[in-house]
């Protein structure tokens, strides 16, 4: 079974703000990323995190998207409107989607189910998603040079036809999203057999030995 992350992971990776809707930040000597942005309701939170995981939001540069459900990009839009400069990259297909209502919607529908979530916005924040700029449309091959780190883009539709995992070579570690499973369910109990998938379907690049961290 895939393990809940939560803290610090490595000395350049931490899962913020809890462990059961992660994000990951990862952190490069020249610049920071943050994958994924969990659910809506948890936006302030998020922020929080990231002040204390590196400092300063403004020095978060990019957040990137793993896939199009609303509990992984529920908080894009509120972190795009407090952190001036942050660039979105995702599947081209997520720009499309954010451009209809109905999709919207149906997300901050979904969002307000998590009704123990909404207990935490103590100063009554305005937490609906709204649409967002994806300033990167990531494809497969894509790379990003965070300074001692990569971000090599792969695609990996299945989950969702927008799915898209991120490995960085230097400390083998690969977020697959979803694309290995999710916690619960049996999805997630042959986890190295779906990661050797995935590296075949791709080609070289992705390792799938004991030494890797898959998040």
């Known amino acids: 079974m895939k393990r809940l992350a939560q803290g610090k992971i490595h000395e350049r990776i931490s ?12 952190r490069g000597d020249e610049k920071n990323m943050m994958i994924d942005a969990g659910v809506n309701l948890l936006g302030p939170q998020y922020l929080a995190s990231i002040k204390e995981t590196i400092g300063n939001a403004r020095i978060l540069h990019y957040l990137f998207l793993t896939h199009s459900h609303y509990d992984h990009i529920g908080s894009a839009s509120y972190l795009k409107r407090h952190i001036p400069g942050l660039k979105v990259g995702a599947h081209e297909r997520i720009a499309g989607l954010l451009q209809k209502p109905s999709v919207l919607e149906m997300m901050n529908r979904l969002s307000g189910n998590h009704v123990e979530l909404s207990r935490q916005n103590a100063a009554n924040e305005d937490l609906t998603m709204h649409p967002f700029e994806i300033s990167f449309h990531l494809k497969q091959g894509d790379e990003f040079y965070l300074g001692g780190l990569t971000c090599r883009v792969y695609g990996t539709p299945g989950h969702t036809r927008d799915s898209l995992a991120f490995y960085f070579p230097e400390i083998e570690t690969l977020f697959p999203g979803e694309s290995c499973g999710v916690v619960q369910g049996e999805a997630g109990t042959n986890l190295a057999a779906q990661v050797s998938h995935i590296a075949g379907m791709q080609g070289q690049g992705v390792k799938s030995g004991m030494n890797e961290r898959i998040l």
């Open 15 to 26: 899962a913020i703000p809890n462990a059961w809707y992660p994000a990951y930040i990862i």
